[in-house]
């Protein structure tokens, strides 16, 4: 999948890992290593321990980081849009996603 995502110029990101990873957390090791750009260290499903976890993860693997709330409406109604445990300012996340975006 990461190879396909890539010959179509996208950048390959794994969403909520400390849900998908089912608590294999030493995974994302391994995913990045078979050429994962990146995590979505920061979600509304995560602890801020399991958050941070992620984020340090990336910065290690020297990986994009993004933030997701997981919002999805009428079907998720106890998730608000933008709640993602990230308290920080996202603008170097929002920057280097540009750059390896080129734009």
Not at 30 to 37: A, I, P, R, S, Y
Not at 69 to 78: E, I, L, V
Request: proline share 3%; aromatic share 10%.
């Amino acid at each position: 999948i990461i190879r396909i995502i890539h010959e179509n110029k996208g950048l390959a990101f794994i969403a909520h890992p400390g849900n998908n990873l089912k608590g294999q957390f030493d995974l994302i090791d391994e995913m990045f290593e078979g050429g994962l750009d990146g995590v979505e260290a920061y979600s509304s499903y995560h602890t801020e321990e399991i958050n941070q976890y992620f984020h340090n993860k990336a910065i290690t693997h020297h990986k994009l980081i993004s933030c997701g709330s997981d919002f999805h409406g009428k079907t998720k109604p106890s998730i608000s849009i933008g709640k993602t445990g990230f308290k920080g300012d996202e603008q170097p996340f929002i920057e280097q996603l540009r750059k390896k975006l080129s734009f």
